[in-house]
């Protein structure tokens, strides 16, 4: 997997994306509920990372969560992303990082529905979905 990372310097990170998926990305921001491009979509394919196209979640393990932003049962291949404690807002989360390229995605909770009862929190703005990979 070594061979598959993508680095960039901050320059570069910021000439290849938009001021919002920057933010999310790069700075573990988060975009508002309800706003993000995918938190409603119903299309099938494979989500992939809006940083370096990683293939991250498959349309089959969408689900609606009620939360405003896409949500997902387990990634498409379960060592595509990165699982770190993340202790900021004054509380513990699970964050979930693009393994490929670093990027911030979103968190994982253990809310979601069978079979793995996990919530794969993830901005919009971090994924862009390919209809051709469903």
Not at 75 to 91: F, K, Q, T, Y
Not at 108 to 118: H, I
Request: with cysteine; charged share 25%; hydrophobic share 30%.
């Amino acid at each position: 997997m070594a061979d598959d990372q993508v680095t960039k310097t901050e320059d570069e990170w910021r000439e290849n994306l938009t001021p919002e998926q920057y933010q999310v990305l790069r700075k573990a921001g988060t975009e508002p509920a309800f706003t993000g491009k995918f938190w409603d979509c119903h299309d099938d394919g494979m989500y992939k990372c809006a940083g370096c196209g990683a293939p991250l979640f498959s349309s089959q393990t969408k689900f609606e969560s009620g939360t405003g932003w896409p949500s997902f049962t387990e990634p498409a291949v379960a060592d595509a992303v990165e699982l770190r404690e993340d202790s900021s807002h004054g509380m513990v989360r699970t964050e979930v990082v693009c393994r490929r390229c670093g990027g911030h995605l979103g968190h994982v909770f253990p809310d979601g529905p069978g079979p793995t009862g996990q919530r794969y929190c993830i901005n919009s703005c971090s994924l862009d979905l390919d209809p051709d990979a469903a």
